[in-house]
């Protein structure tokens, strides 16, 4: 487990520099092209962040009234409320508000910007179907990604990435408006690698972006098995889930924020993708001691 938990660590880390190596050679290629070129990076990194912020404060309640998620008590649903407590004291965080999703298909998402302000909603299909020891893996799952603050990460990602959007955006409307600097002395080699780097850049931002969605679910697969002790409910409680229905009220938006991907897109490739594929998922926790 916990070199499971060591290696998805290292690799967060490797892809969040290869990140900002990326926007570093951005601002080469626009300096190259234009002269000044990192002025046009800060101001798009500025703009990321403003931008980003409204929704990190606010987005985990969009998210909760999108997938139609109702808060609950520990009165109306003591089962889910005490699981839920029991494995916040357990990971030594506060306990997360509950909600509940009305859908017989089965998933569940962790929300929120810090332990603090988190919350986790399962749906009713899911309470449903599966059993004590396999909700509690579910469970322990979403509360590795509070405690791992991987909500908290994303939001940093979404800036990047917003940030090469912006910069590649900004690039292509000045091109079109005749922008670039005439007296570029720097070759044209130089200057077709920057634009070939211009182009490719929004898809590579993206793909890196998934990229750590995903090492952050095998991340929560394995903290969550370490709060459990027990990988196997967890492997188990992933392949009922994987055999479920799609979740209507899911969008491409929120998709990522659950343990299972919840449009159930069938044709899509894995480097699209914002879960690993739930088998390698089931062999690795199979394969923790």
Do not use: C
């Not at 409204?54 to 969009?62: E, H, L, T």
């Not at 749906?123 to 979403?142: D, M, S």
């Not at 690698?193 to 590579?204: E, F, K, Q, R, Y």
Request: glycine share 8%; charged share 20%.
């Amino acid at each position: 487990m916990y070199s499971q938990i060591d290696s998805n660590k290292r690799k967060t880390t490797i892809l969040i520099l290869i990140f900002v190596m990326l926007i570093i050679a951005i601002g080469w290629a626009l300096d190259v092209y234009y002269g000044g070129g990192y002025a046009i990076v800060v101001g798009a990194m500025v703009i990321s962040i403003i931008m980003t912020l409204v929704s990190y404060y606010k987005g985990d309640k969009i998210a909760l009234r999108s997938t139609g998620a109702k808060e609950t008590t520990k009165e109306a649903d003591p089962y889910v409320y005490r699981m839920v407590e029991n494995m916040a004291i357990t990971a030594g965080i506060p306990t997360p508000k509950v909600y509940i999703i009305d859908s017989p298909a089965m998933n569940a998402f962790a929300t929120g910007r810090d332990p603090e302000h988190a919350s986790i909603a399962v749906t009713k299909g899911i309470v449903k179907a599966l059993e004590n020891e396999e909700l509690e893996g579910v469970i322990a799952h979403e509360m590795s990604h509070i405690k791992n603050f991987d909500i908290r990460l994303m939001t940093i990602v979404v800036v990047l990435v917003g940030t090469i959007s912006l910069i590649s955006n900004w690039f292509f409307r000045a091109r079109f408006y005749g922008g670039g600097k005439r007296d570029n002395k720097a070759g044209g080699w130089i200057a077709l690698v920057g634009l070939a780097l211009l182009i490719l850049s929004p898809i590579i931002a993206k793909l890196i972006q998934l990229a750590i969605s995903r090492k952050r679910e095998y991340l929560a697969d394995a903290s969550g098995s370490l709060l459990t002790r027990y990988p196997e409910g967890l492997a188990r409680a992933l392949e009922k889930i994987s055999k479920s229905s799609a979740l209507p009220s899911a969008s491409r938006a929120t998709a990522h924020l659950f343990i299972s991907n919840p449009l159930k897109e069938k044709k899509i490739s894995k480097f699209f993708s914002t879960h690993p594929p739930a088998e390698d998922r089931i062999n690795k926790l199979r394969g923790m001691a």
